[in-house]
């Protein structure tokens, strides 16, 4: 049961991440427009994959954001906050996104040694 609970809930997960990813990927292409890198032939192209983007998310993003707007602006504030990175900027956050992970882990192995169950420190 526990486990079926999680793979619901990792599967949940990683639709928020796709949804993000999709909104993120529409939001950069916007940026193309009006640059050689935009012809006519890339332009169509671009169009119709974000008119199959949105169809395909538009049932899933509506359901999540009348669950849960508060989940949809925050998603909507990272998506927006990583489009405005730069290059070295994103590079960076991966660095430190790594660090914290390592430490993360680092805790929790500490925490199992103390005997602490689930993350809740003494």
């Known amino acids: 049961m ?3 609970l999680m793979d619901k809930f990792n599967h949940f997960k990683d639709a928020i991440k796709l949804v993000a990813l999709y909104q993120a990927t529409l939001e950069q292409m916007d940026t193309m427009k009006g640059t050689r890198l935009h012809r006519q032939n890339i ?3 671009m169009t119709r994959l974000e008119t199959e983007i949105e169809r395909a998310i538009r049932g899933p993003l509506s359901a999540l954001d ?3 707007e508060q989940l949809m602006s925050t998603i909507q504030y990272k998506v927006e906050m990583i489009l405005d990175l730069s290059l ?3 590079a960076g ?3 430190a996104i790594n660090e914290y992970r390592a430490q993360e882990n ?3 192995s500490i ?3 103390d005997g602490v169950p689930n993350g809740n420190h003494r």
């Open 2 to 4: 526990v486990e079926v």
């Open 66 to 68: 009348s669950t849960d």
């Open 93 to 95: 956050l991966k660095l």
């Open 43 to 45: 332009k169509a192209m």
């Open 106 to 108: 680092e805790r929790r």
């Open 111 to 113: 925490q199992q040694i």
């Open 88 to 90: 070295e900027e994103l």
